[in-house]
């Protein structure tokens, strides 16, 4: 097995040496050796990927769609997402310029990271959030300033976004948005939206919207910033979630032209371009799956109304799980509030694995996520197992 001798540890990149690696995984992978654990840990969808989806995949190999597509993607797939963008939310992007798919959401968070900030910019992001926005800021040495939201209902206002300003003044440059979130399940209603549209417009922010839950919001509309303050968002999105695709790694973005063109570059650097048969997958989903995601909120929703009901009745605040498929799970004052701790008990005595809301930055201590996005039998069985747990 080869070893890197210890004298050239310095070859490696002192940032990211600086890093943790992804707390999620890591937390997930340390307690899935338990026997037995039912686990409400990832946000993977149990569901499969929709037949039809599924046929235009296997169509696309047998028709040898095997070549490298444009660096922004097919100007099918970009021409689908344009007209998915202006039904849904009102907003108009020219499918040449201005929207680039990308591999995941997770790709168009770095590469917009990486073309547009600069060493000592900061960023305010709003915690508890995906714990990817911290690396994915600090790596280009610009500076994630965390807003802890808890105090707030898990939202950042407008208030809150003056008060940062005045902090920082002209340092910072952008601010990231993820609704419906993860791992709050919190979403903004049009009226919060509007009020921070204000501030990020007055300020002339850059806003990185995180939308990639959009399609499971239960119980209000669904609002873009992007409909609000064009010129200055970045919009992202992705079929993980809304057509259970997780593992195609299919996701886009859309954005002025100007910002694109530089995005476009670190997106080709990186990728070259997202992958053939998954890009005729999406381009089925969003022309004739338009219906999947409704199916899947249904079942979510449902799931989320049983593990919500059943955990407030064992003495779990929880925030108002407005989307996304996660509660998100304030642990009852006996128990302290080291959440790791919490965690590792709940795997090791009840069999079931959730991750420490610490893992989503300051505002997550002292709770737990459950991802619901979980087959019926397991949430039946987590419930019962926590409620035994709880008993005890
Ligand atoms: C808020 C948020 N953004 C982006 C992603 C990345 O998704 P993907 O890269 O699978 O599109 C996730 C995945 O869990 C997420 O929760």
Redesign the pocket.
């Known amino acids: 097995m080869p070893t890197l001798p210890n004298s050239m540890w310095s070859i490696v990149n002192d940032r990211v040496n600086s890093l943790p690696p992804a707390q999620i995984r890591a937390f997930d992978d340390e307690i899935s050796a338990i026997p037995g654990l039912v686990k409400l840990t990832l946000?993977e969808p149990d569901f499969n990927v929709p037949d039809h989806v599924k046929r235009a995949a296997e169509k696309s190999i047998e028709d040898n769609d095997s070549h490298y597509s444009a660096s922004r993607g097919t100007i099918e797939l970009r021409q689908a997402i344009s007209a998915y963008l202006q039904r849904t939310r009102g907003v108009s992007y020219d499918p040449e310029k201005e929207i680039i798919v990308t591999v995941?959401?997770?790709e168009a968070?770095t590469a917009t990271t990486f073309a547009l900030l600069n060493p000592g910019d900061k960023v305010i992001v709003p915690t508890p959030i995906?714990s990817?926005y911290f690396p994915s800021v600090s790596l280009t040495g610009a500076e994630p300033v965390t807003v802890n939201t808890a105090a707030q209902g898990f939202l950042l206002t407008a208030d809150r976004l003056e008060e940062e300003l005045a902090k920082y003044g002209d340092q910072v440059k952008a601010v990231v948005l993820?609704y419906p979130n993860?791992p709050t399940g919190r979403t903004y209603s049009r009226a919060e939206l509007t009020a921070l549209a204000k501030v990020i417009k007055d300020h002339q922010l850059l806003a990185i919207v995180?939308e990639?839950?959009s399609e499971l919001v239960y119980d209000q509309p669904f609002t873009s910033l992007a409909s609000l303050v064009p010129d200055q968002t970045v919009l992202i999105n992705?079929f993980?979630k809304s057509h259970a695709m997780?593992g195609y790694?299919l996701?886009y973005l859309a954005a002025p032209a100007e910002v694109v063109d530089q995005v476009s570059k670190m997106h080709s650097f990186m990728v070259t371009c997202a992958n053939d048969t998954a890009q005729a997958a999406a381009l089925e989903a969003l022309t004739n799956g338009q219906d999947d995601p409704v199916e899947f909120r249904q079942h979510y929703q449902q799931r989320r109304d049983r593990l919500a009901s059943a955990m407030r009745k064992m003495g779990f605040e929880i925030a108002v799980p407005d989307g996304a498929f996660y509660l998100f799970a304030k642990i009852p004052a006996k128990y302290g509030d080291d959440d790791f701790k919490f965690a590792r008990e709940l795997a090791r005595k009840a069999k079931v694995g959730v991750i420490p809301g610490s893992a989503f930055g300051p505002g997550g201590e002292g709770h737990i996520r459950l991802s619901y996005a979980a087959a019926d039998q397991n949430i039946d069985l987590a419930i019962d197992r926590l409620a035994d747990f709880m008993k005890n």
């Open positions: 946000g995941g959401g997770t968070i995906f990817l993820n993860n995180d990639i839950y992705g993980s997780t790694r996701g």
